[in-house]
């Protein structure tokens, strides 16, 4: 199969950023579905070779109130019973989750803004993940939105953790990758996200956006190279 990439958004500010930027460099086909939008016809999963999910407000425990996330779990689930790539980011890591029979809920407390997370010995090892950690050590530098988590599925290999949530990250078989945080993420959207939020100094968090997004793209991307293939 040609590769050609399913890009599923959740609403309308959430991504899809430099993995869009990355696609487009590397001259890869893909298809963004605002799957949100019920206005917009649901795609023929049949056509596309990876799969990504990006984020949005709602909740897997909402999925009464959103009923396009039932048909984006059933995509997950289909794309991993015929050997296809998944890439979950916030809410589409929680879908991972939900779709291979995780419980999804409620963090103990909301993270907003730059964390570090602590890889895992199985996350040094993975050729993709590995790529996301800081020069010679065990940690990510990762840019947060989310207040809900999930227990790590059966059979999942857990990438990377934090003290206030301990499932950051996982790998379901060898090519499907759930990442709570955002590694798709430029200055601009950081900039959009924060525009109404309070409590939040704003100018501090763009400041530290543009300092460290250079090498953080970089990183994503070597991400990226060993996803899409």
Known sequence: ??????????????????????????GVEYTISDLFDCKTEMPDIRRYSHLVIL??????????????????????RAFIKTGRPVLGICLGAQMIAYAV??????????ELGWYKVAISDEGMRDPAF????????????????????FDLPAKAVRLASSEAYPNQAFRYGNNVYALQFHIEVTPAIVKDWFKDEKGVEIEDMLRKTNTVYPEYRKRAQKF???FFI
């Open 130 to 149: 590995s790529a996301l950690a800081l020069t010679d050590e065990k940690f990510a530098e990762v840019f947060q939105w989310h207040g809900d988590t």
């Open 101 to 110: 029979n995780a419980d999804v809920y409620k963090g103990g407390t909301k």
């Open 224 to 226: 990226y190279d060993n």
């Open 55 to 76: 984020g949005g407000p709602m909740a897997v425990y909402e999925m009464e109130g959103y009923g396009f996330l039932s048909y984006e779990a059933a995509m997950i």
């Open 1 to 26: 199969m040609i590769m050609s990439v399913l890009i599923i958004k959740n609403t309308v500010t959430e991504g899809p950023g430099t993995i869009e930027d990355y696609l487009i460099e590397k």
